[in-house]
C-alpha cells in the first residue's frame, strides 16, 4: 500500500474520527459497547456513517486528481475544484465528517459521541469560514466569489436542484 494510505492514520481525521470515539466509548461504557440492535438506529446509523465515508472518499479523490493536493500532507490545492461533490456543497469533507461521527453516536447511542460530534462540526465550522474561505477567496479571486454564490457551503442551493432535473431540449 502506498505511503499516502499509512500516513492516514496518524493524522487529524482519523484522530477525530476512530481514535478519540474510541477513548470516549471506553470512557463513558468502560468498554466498547455490544450494542441491542435495531432497524431503526441501525438504518440511520448506516446511512450516515457510510453516506459520509464516500462522500469524504469521493471529495477527496477529486481534490487530489483535478486539484492535485494532498490532505494527509497539507499541500494545497492548485486549481479550484468545481466538479463531483463540489458542483452541490462547497464543504463536502466537512459535512461527510460530521455525518460519520453523526453516525457513531447514534449506532451506539453515546452521548459522549454525540457532543464530540457537535464539538468536532463546530471547530470545524469555524476554521472554514474564518480561515479557509478567506485563503480561498485570495488565492482564487473572483472564480471563488463566483463558485461561492452558486453552491451552498453545507447544503445544496435549489439551484443546483434545478440544473439536475431540468428538461433537455
Not at 34 to 41: D, G, P, Q, T
Not at 53 to 77: C, D, Q, S
Not at 81 to 106: C, H, M, S
Amino acid at each position: 500500500m502506498n505511503k499516502q494510505f499509512w500516513r492516514f492514520f496518524i493524522s487529524i481525521p482519523a484522530a477525530a474520527v476512530i481514535y478519540m470515539p474510541l477513548v470516549l466509548l471506553l470512557l463513558e461504557f468502560h468498554r466498547i459497547p455490544l450494542v441491542e440492535f435495531s432497524w431503526l438506529r441501525f438504518g440511520i446509523a448506516f446511512i450516515l456513517l457510510w453516506g459520509g465515508i464516500m462522500l469524504v472518499m469521493w471529495a477527496y479523490l477529486k481534490l487530489t486528481k483535478e486539484g492535485n493536493a494532498r490532505f494527509v500532507l497539507r499541500l494545497p490545492t492548485t486549481k479550484l475544484v468545481k466538479d463531483g461533490p463540489y458542483q452541490f456543497i462547497r464543504n463536502p469533507i466537512a459535512v461527510g465528517t460530521g455525518a460519520i461521527l453523526l453516525g457513531e453516536a447514534i449506532y451506539f447511542a453515546s452521548w459522549y459521541l454525540l457532543i464530540w460530534t457537535l464539538i468536532v462540526i463546530e471547530v470545524m465550522a469555524y476554521h472554514i469560514t474564518h480561515v479557509e474561505e478567506y485563503k480561498l477567496a485570495n488565492k482564487f479571486g473572483q472564480e471563488y466569489v463566483n463558485y461561492k454564490m452558486d453552491v451552498g457551503r453545507w447544503f445544496p442551493k435549489w439551484n443546483v436542484f434545478r440544473q439536475l432535473f431540468k428538461k433537455k431540449k
